[in-house]
């Protein structure tokens, strides 16, 4: 098996969800969302310290007031922070949505965390952002827009639009992008984005610097929370929602870069409500952060350990 272990590390609230996973000062840190229910008024955010086997060494909460913290994000800065990233939607007693932002974090030690300071543009969801070269970049969407724009700079100083209308129902003809991540090979970059319309099928974008203009590869498959790790010049892991025998699980692929071929790699313990994968690679081990309802018909968080060399990576 190539799964070494899988741990429970997160069922305190009602509904654990929404993953994410870094390494950072020589631990593992993962963040992810706690509240009532999937769509509950009370979404704060957890963020746990871990070793390498999975034992949690430190609590951290952030919550804001009548505020839903919703999809944290976290990732290293070039000068060596840890920067954490989510939607915050403004409720209402009765949960309606009265405003949203997008809000980021900065940390040097991953204990004690600065301030929110908003960033990017009201009404789009900067949902993850990755660094190149020392500058930031990141897609957001918009559901009415039927969109995503390309954002770039830094979240804590300067953060702007990029690229209007990457991808787009009006010029692509393919609706409603939106949860996405990037990988970067030099010039190259390379975006991995759900969508949840017509064909459900996930897109694979190619670009150059500037990454302006934007060309686009039908995967001809639902890949829902996706989380990309580079490889090599040629492939990536891909992590995400994807179906199998009818069901949606959490998987992981193998995807060639040129043209989105994906081979599949395992199939994570999972059911019902579930993934939002993140994913780190240290010394030839693979750790996944991920949430599942397998277990009691709770969304709780997992992390797992798998032997890199027992996927069979160089098979074709």
Known sequence: MPINWIKKIGNKAQHNAFVDLCEFNQHLFCCYREAENHVSADGT??????????????????AIANTDLRDPKITITPDGNILLIAYARQTSKHNQTIGTRNLTWVSQTGQSWSAAKEFADRGWWLWRIRWHKNKAYGFSYNRKQNAIHLYSGNPRRSFHLHQPFALSLDK????????S??????????????????SYSAQLG??????KKWNWIDLGRYIGGPVMLRLDNDFALVAGRIVKHGRLVTGLLKMKLS???CQELLILPSAGDNSYPGLVFKE?????????SHEDNKSCIYLAEIKIDSLNLNKT
């Open 206 to 211: 190619h670009s150059t610097f500037p990454y």
């Open 259 to 261: 043209n989105g071929e």
């Open 181 to 198: 991540d990037l990988v970067f090979n030099d010039d190259k970059a390379f975006a991995l984005v759900r969508r949840d319309a017509d």
């Open 172 to 179: 692509h003809k393919k609706g409603y992008p939106n949860e």
């Open 284 to 292: 030839g081990l693979l750790y996944i952060s991920y949430y599942s």
């Open 45 to 62: 955010i957890r963020i746990l310290t871990l070793d390498f086997a999975g034992n949690i060494l430190h609590l951290n909460q952030i």
